[in-house]
């Protein structure tokens, strides 16, 4: 073979063999999937409503109820583990018939809705305006159309019929959510558990070196053993509770504490003062600001997106929690990991 033919033929193939490797290594991963949702199917008994809210809020009046906005999301697992347990369990169910009138608002849905004779938006736009974090979020309206309770998150069967009493009994006219479970629930569920990562501070204005997590519990918790089990004992919650101050409140404690701001306080009064009614309340900030909170139950994988939120300071390129989010829910599927929203 002649030898300029032979160095020809040398020189195509290893032009082949590195465009070979070249498009081998340019190959994407096959996109990740999301397991763990569960289909939201509202109750037939939901009220069906032309979504004119102070008209509804003056027919509940007129049979002696309030009014309840059920903000929920469609495939939202912690949507459908609330209707199943709490709107359509027993005895729960005919109790909240009898005492409320309910109305479900899908956060992105296009319907419009009347809020009252300043508001009227889409029930996208609702949501977006009046702050909605997680589904569900549950408000409950008294009879002059005002915001008497919010519920940002999931609670248990114990905690929502605290909610509901609370609501039913008026208790909203003299004291707090938090205040009226405190003098219903007279035998403690929960003994408050350590934790090595839990730091004893009493000054909170002077943690500076690291975004500051702030964890209320109380005698009343029914979910708190679980909290500790599941989520807090997971190893990639640890890894990322390693990058922030941790601290654990009770929050029925007069012990005197300073507060983010510098103020004196108690966990009690600091608690209160934050408007944390679910227990376990996380309230997470840095540079002496609130950046996040978690006022319902979590998954781990949603736990993990606030702690990152923050830990990692997305915040700074992402106004709210739910911008993060959704990019980062696109980027872990886009690497080609699987998301399970019920792990």
Known sequence: MPKFLFLFICAAISSLVSFAAFATSDVQPAPGKVSGTQ??????????????????????????????????????????????????????????????????????????VVFNRELSLKENELARHLGVRYTPTILFLDQNNRVVLRLNGYRSRQAFKYALDFVQEQAY?????????????????????????????????????????????DKTCDECDTFHDEILGNA?????????????????????????????????????????????????????????????MLRNFHFQQVLRYVADQHYEQYPTFNDYRRANMQEVLNSGQDIDMWK
């Open 173 to 217: 006219r003299s004291r707090t959510l938090s205040e009226y479970i405190e003098g219903k629930a007279t035998k403690p569920v929960y003994a408050l558990r350590d934790d090595p990562d839990f730091s004893n501070i009493k000054d909170l204005h002077g943690v500076a070196d690291k975004p500051l997590a702030v964890i209320f519990e």
């Open 39 to 112: 289909s939201v199917d509202l109750p037939g008994w939901f009220k069906d409503s032309f979504l004119e809210v102070a008209e509804d809020v003056e027919e509940a009046s007129e049979q002696g109820k309030h009014l309840m906005l059920f903000f929920y999301l469609n495939d939202c697992p912690y949507c459908h583990k609330m209707l199943e347990e709490n709107f359509e369990g027993a005895p729960y169910r005919q109790f909240i018939q009898d005492n409320f009138d309910v109305i479900g608002i899908n956060i992105r849905g296009a319907r419009e």
């Open 236 to 296: 990639e919650t640890r890894a990322l509770l390693a990058k922030l101050t941790v601290v654990r409140l009770d929050a029925l404690s007069d012990e005197a504490i300073v507060d983010v701001s510098g103020k004196p306080s108690t966990p009690k009064a600091f608690a209160a003062e934050l408007g944390i009614s679910y227990r376990p309340g996380v309230v997470l900030f840095d540079k002496g600001k609130e950046i996040a909170r978690i006022d319902g």
